[in-house]
């Protein structure tokens, strides 16, 4: 069935049962809709945010968009931001957050506070120890420093270890600097630097022009200094590089980015080469054009921190790698096979001088690098474990898809629901179909939601819930959800009188061949959804807030108040009976009180006060203002209002039905009247105003019936519902190094 034949089946259901003006209603808010979602902003709700704190190009590429490409490559969709535009609103619309070498502020303080609360994860990302003063005090370079640019560099080394310390993990590109975060944060994740897919492009390219050029005698040693920082590294080689200039008249030197040319090369100045700091797309171009590559390193904890970034970018055009014995060359690199590493300067000259003389030597040592970075340093590759690292410690998170977020007793039933989940440690969102996005508050807490209409979803969620028959087509259609659940709160079929097209398609939702978890708050619903439709269904009593509906005493002996309850429009609230039997009272002894979310009275009804949309956390007291419940639904899955009047001290006169006899006990807890038995019911509530003892009995016993409803005693059961197990992840010990990929 197309969208179009959909539309003209709803069109024509709606004028016949609904009437012609309903219809243009309808047409003009599903128009409005479809115009809101062209003109407004959509969000996109994705799994992982990283906050970039970094200026400089080289580090942000590697630790941002290389991992992002990493996360892409395994199925995690992913944003980046600057870390001066950073907005709290972005919380709700990712699971997680990295942040990469961010100094902290005001904004990133209130932004992981708020992400805590909501139980989404905060990751900080670091490629070198610039994390506390006691590490970066030593850099000679900071002796060239005015003194107010020295203050600005340690005051942003200060505020980044500020923003360490408030993250529950650190991910980082090597087994030294793993080591030093493990002091300020429980878990540290090593994920090493890799080339991305145009890096890989950008290299084969280069490697296809260098392999057609002609051989000539020339051979080019190559040093790509990152920052003015390794002016110190360079000059640890400088009497080696000065002896093979001198040896080898074929010997060339090219330097290229950030680095003061020593003036002890002035007499090979015919035989050096520089390059300015370039685009990072020229770089293997470049590399490739040289024929040994030089990576010398002070000892020092800080160098020893430094990724093998030189190496792996010249492996990537088969250029061979001499660097100094220290860190993640040491760790990376096979001496002899893929690399060539020194522990002093006789060494650096030793084998310098072999690649220089063998030709064949270079060539294995460049193949076997290629080989290997191939293999284990490229995104695509690699990118499966810091998957697996993040989707273990994020906090399990399910979605809540409502109609809206309009008050009513199946939205408060979902709200309670999250709260509880929330509390447990789960992401929790509300997704609304209608435009609703304004987070729900109330005394339990906050709940993140989301507009559809507002929304483009891209995130992927542990478990979603449908929560009426409407909403089940979003889980069923959205690919990314792991359990798919639906909370069965009424039998929704009987929601539209007979003939009605709804009745179908809400009556299709039980019979599901989509693997839909059904779950009820109901015995009755679990009955018949085994009873007619051989669904299983997980169960967990429902409960109340005791805190918010509390005893008040009533006094019988003047005005009796009885409280009707039930959205008018509703044929199924059957609203019109209860009034029926309240116009037949006597209105000197009788008042008559009407609450409702949406229908409003119809012109026959006989009330004195009437409360329309009451906030939830204030109905209480509308109940507390009564003594005696009218209530006459045909249909509730569960019925709260009968509940909700006992826990206040007051009486309830009900029709039973299959949402209310789980609890309700005539002549025990409430007094049940037959349906349609107006003069029942009148008898009833004559009787309960005249007879004390029963009136007691009825209030101790509805009292009872109440506190064993606590959602207090009921929170396990709402957890096992939905099948949380707090200890799923497997990643959270405190005190744990763990890494991707040999690269």
Same mark, same amino acid.
């Given at each position: 069935?197309?969208?179009?034949?959909?539309?003209?089946?709803?069109?024509?259901?709606?004028?016949?049962?609904?009437?012609?003006?309903?219809?243009?209603?309808?047409?003009?808010?599903?128009?409005?809709?479809?115009?809101?979602?062209?003109?407004?902003?959509?969000?996109?709700?994705?799994?992982?945010?990283?906050?970039?704190?970094?200026?400089?190009?080289?580090?942000?590429?590697?630790?941002?968009?290389?991992?992002?490409?990493?996360?892409?490559?395994?199925?995690?969709?992913?944003?980046?931001?600057?870390?001066?535009?950073?907005? #709290?609103?972005? =919380?709700?619309?990712?699971?997680?957050?990295? !942040?990469?070498?961010?100094?902290? /502020?005001?904004?990133?303080?209130?932004?992981?506070?708020?992400?805590?609360?909501?139980?989404?994860?905060? !990751? &900080?990302?670091?490629?070198?120890?610039?994390?506390?003063?006691?590490?970066?005090?030593?850099?000679?370079?900071?002796? /060239?420093?005015?003194?107010?640019?020295?203050?600005?560099?340690?005051?942003?080394?200060?505020?980044?270890?500020?923003?360490?310390?408030?993250?529950? +993990?650190?991910?980082?590109?090597?087994?030294?600097?793993?080591?030093?975060?493990? $002091?300020?944060?429980? /878990?540290?994740?090593?994920?090493?630097?890799?080339?991305?897919?145009?890096?890989?492009?950008?290299?084969?390219?280069?490697?296809?022009?260098?392999?057609?050029?002609?051989?000539?005698?020339?051979?080019?040693?190559? +040093?790509?200094?990152?920052?003015?920082?390794?002016?110190?590294?360079?000059?640890? %080689?400088?009497?080696?590089?000065?002896? =093979?200039?001198?040896? +080898?008249?074929? =010997?060339?030197?090219?330097?290229?980015?950030?680095?003061?040319?020593?003036?002890?090369?002035?007499?090979?100045?015919?035989?050096? %080469?520089?390059?300015?700091?370039?685009?990072?797309?020229?770089?293997?171009?470049?590399?490739?054009?040289?024929?040994?590559?030089?990576?010398?390193?002070?000892?020092?904890?800080?160098?020893?921190?430094?990724?093998?970034?030189?190496?792996?970018?010249?492996? #990537?055009?088969?250029?061979?790698?001499?660097?100094?014995?220290?860190?993640?060359?040491?760790?990376?690199?096979?001496?002899?096979?893929?690399? =060539?590493?020194?522990?002093?300067?006789?060494?650096?000259?030793?084998?310098?001088?072999?690649?220089?003389?063998?030709?064949?030597?270079?060539?294995?040592?460049?193949?076997?690098?290629?080989?290997?970075?191939?293999?284990?340093?490229?995104?695509?590759?690699?990118?499966?474990? #810091?998957?697996? &690292?993040?989707? $273990?410690?994020?906090?399990?998170?399910?979605?809540?898809?409502?109609?809206?977020?309009?008050?009513?007793?199946?939205?408060?039933?979902?709200?309670?629901?999250?709260?509880?989940?929330?509390?447990?440690?789960?992401?929790?969102?509300?997704?609304?179909?209608?435009?609703?996005?304004?987070?729900?508050?109330?005394?339990?807490?906050?709940?993140?939601?989301?507009?559809?209409?507002?929304?483009?979803?891209?995130?992927?969620?542990?478990?979603?819930?449908?929560?009426? @028959?409407? /909403?089940?087509?979003?889980?069923?259609?959205?690919?990314?959800?792991?359990?798919?659940?639906?909370?069965?709160?009424?039998?929704?079929?009987? &929601? +539209?009188?007979?003939?009605?097209?709804?009745?179908?398609?809400?009556?299709?939702?039980?019979?599901?061949?989509?693997?839909?978890?059904?779950?009820?708050?109901?015995? @009755?619903?679990?009955?018949?959804?085994?009873?007619?439709?051989?669904?299983?269904?997980?169960?967990?009593?429902?409960?109340?807030?005791?805190?918010?509906?509390?005893?008040?005493?009533?006094? !019988?002996?003047?005005?009796?108040?009885?409280?009707?309850?039930?959205?008018?429009?509703?044929?199924?609230?059957?609203?019109?009976?209860? !009034?029926?039997?309240?116009?037949?009272?006597?209105?000197?002894?009788?008042?008559? @009180?009407?609450?409702?979310?949406?229908?409003?009275?119809?012109?026959?009804?006989?009330?004195?006060? &009437?409360?329309?949309?009451?906030?939830?956390?204030?109905?209480?007291?509308?109940?507390?203002?009564?003594?005696?419940?009218?209530?006459?639904?045909?249909?509730?899955?569960?019925?709260?209002?009968?509940?909700?009047?006992?826990?206040?001290?007051?009486?309830?006169?009900?029709?039973?039905?299959?949402?209310?006899?789980?609890?309700?006990?005539?002549?025990?807890?409430?007094?049940?009247?037959?349906?349609?038995?107006?003069?029942?019911?009148?008898?009833? %509530?004559?009787?309960?105003?005249?007879?004390?003892?029963?009136?007691?009995?009825?209030?101790?016993?509805?009292?009872?019936?109440?506190?064993?409803?606590?959602?207090?005693?009921?929170?396990?059961?709402?957890?096992?519902?939905?099948?949380?197990?707090?200890?799923?992840?497997?990643?959270?010990?405190?005190?744990?190094?763990?890494?991707?990929?040999?690269?």
């Amino acid at each position: 069935m197309t969208q179009i034949d959909i539309l003209l089946k709803k069109s024509i259901s709606t004028i016949k049962y609904d009437g012609v003006g309903s219809f243009i209603k309808k047409s003009f808010d599903y128009t409005k809709r479809k115009a809101l979602r062209k003109k407004i902003h959509i969000q996109c709700y994705k799994d992982i945010l990283f906050i970039n704190g970094c200026t400089l190009p080289h580090p942000t590429r590697y630790r941002v968009d290389h991992q992002i490409e990493q996360l892409h490559f395994n199925g995690y969709s992913c944003d980046v931001v600057y870390y001066e535009n950073l907005e #709290l609103e972005m =919380v709700k619309y990712y699971r997680g957050f990295v !942040f990469f070498r961010c100094p902290y /502020t005001d904004i990133i303080g209130d932004f992981i506070e708020r992400a805590k609360y909501f139980n989404k994860k905060v !990751f &900080f990302d670091i490629d070198d120890l610039v994390i506390d003063y006691k590490y970066v005090k030593d850099i000679k370079y900071l002796e /060239t420093m005015t003194r107010r640019d020295y203050e600005m560099y340690m005051d942003g080394v200060e505020r980044t270890k500020k923003t360490l310390s408030l993250c529950d +993990y650190a991910i980082t590109t090597t087994s030294r600097l793993a080591n030093e975060l493990s $002091s300020y944060v429980p /878990t540290v994740f090593i994920n090493r630097n890799v080339a991305s897919e145009k890096m890989v492009e950008l290299s084969q390219l280069a490697l296809k022009a260098k392999e057609e050029e002609k051989n000539n005698d020339k051979i080019i040693l190559g +040093y790509f200094s990152g920052s003015i920082t390794h002016n110190d590294d360079f000059n640890m %080689i400088l009497p080696v590089m000065k002896n =093979v200039l001198k040896k +080898y008249s074929n =010997v060339y030197l090219k330097i290229v980015g950030i680095l003061d040319v020593p003036s002890e090369f002035v007499e090979f100045k015919e035989k050096i %080469i520089t390059e300015k700091f370039m685009d990072w797309t020229k770089l293997p171009e470049l590399i490739a054009g040289v024929d040994i590559n030089l990576a010398p390193l002070e000892e020092s904890i800080f160098n020893e921190a430094k990724s093998e970034n030189k190496w792996v970018e010249a492996a #990537l055009v088969k250029v061979p790698t001499i660097a100094s014995n220290v860190g993640a060359f040491a760790e990376l690199i096979k001496h002899g096979e893929n690399g =060539v590493l020194c522990n002093s300067v006789e060494e650096w000259e030793m084998y310098l001088e072999k690649l220089i003389e063998e030709e064949q030597y270079r060539n294995n040592i460049g193949n076997k690098a290629f080989q290997f970075v191939m293999e284990n340093c490229i995104t695509s590759y690699t990118g499966y474990k #810091l998957f697996d &690292f993040l989707h $273990s410690v994020l906090s399990e998170n399910i979605a809540f898809v409502l109609p809206s977020t309009q008050i009513s007793g199946g939205v408060n039933v979902v709200i309670k629901h999250c709260n509880i989940l929330r509390d447990a440690g789960k992401d929790v969102t509300i997704i609304s179909m209608n435009e609703d996005h304004s987070n729900l508050k109330n005394m339990d807490g906050e709940i993140n939601v989301v507009s559809y209409h507002r929304t483009s979803f891209h995130v992927s969620f542990d478990n979603c819930v449908a929560t009426l @028959w409407s /909403t089940v087509d979003f889980i069923n259609k959205y690919p990314k959800i792991r359990n798919k659940f639906y909370l069965v709160q009424n039998f929704e079929t009987n &929601f +539209y009188e007979y003939g009605h097209i709804f009745r179908v398609w809400a009556n299709l939702t039980y019979n599901s061949f989509n693997d839909l978890q059904y779950i009820t708050i109901s015995k @009755w619903c679990e009955d018949w959804l085994k009873n007619k439709f051989n669904k299983n269904s997980g169960f967990a009593r429902n409960g109340i807030d005791l805190g918010l509906f509390k005893y008040v005493e009533r006094d !019988f002996n003047g005005k009796i108040r009885i409280l009707v309850e039930g959205n008018s429009n509703d044929h199924y609230k059957n609203v019109d009976e209860s !009034f029926k039997i309240t116009n037949q009272l006597d209105r000197n002894k009788f008042e008559i @009180w009407y609450l409702s979310y949406n229908g409003k009275p119809k012109e026959w009804y006989k009330i004195d006060r &009437f409360f329309h949309k009451v906030p939830y956390q204030e109905v209480c007291q509308t109940y507390q203002d009564c003594h005696i419940l009218l209530k006459s639904s045909i249909l509730e899955s569960f019925s709260y209002p009968p509940l909700e009047m006992m826990a206040t001290g007051g009486i309830a006169v009900v029709s039973p039905n299959g949402g209310n006899v789980e609890y309700l006990k005539d002549k025990e807890n409430c007094l049940l009247y037959e349906q349609g038995n107006i003069n029942q019911a009148i008898q009833l %509530i004559k009787e309960i105003c005249e007879n004390e003892i029963l009136r007691r009995k009825l209030i101790i016993n509805g009292l009872d019936t109440a506190k064993s409803r606590d959602w207090k005693l009921i929170t396990n059961e709402i957890l096992e519902l939905y099948q949380m197990n707090p200890d799923q992840n497997s990643l959270r010990e405190g005190g744990k190094v763990f890494e991707n990929q040999k690269c």
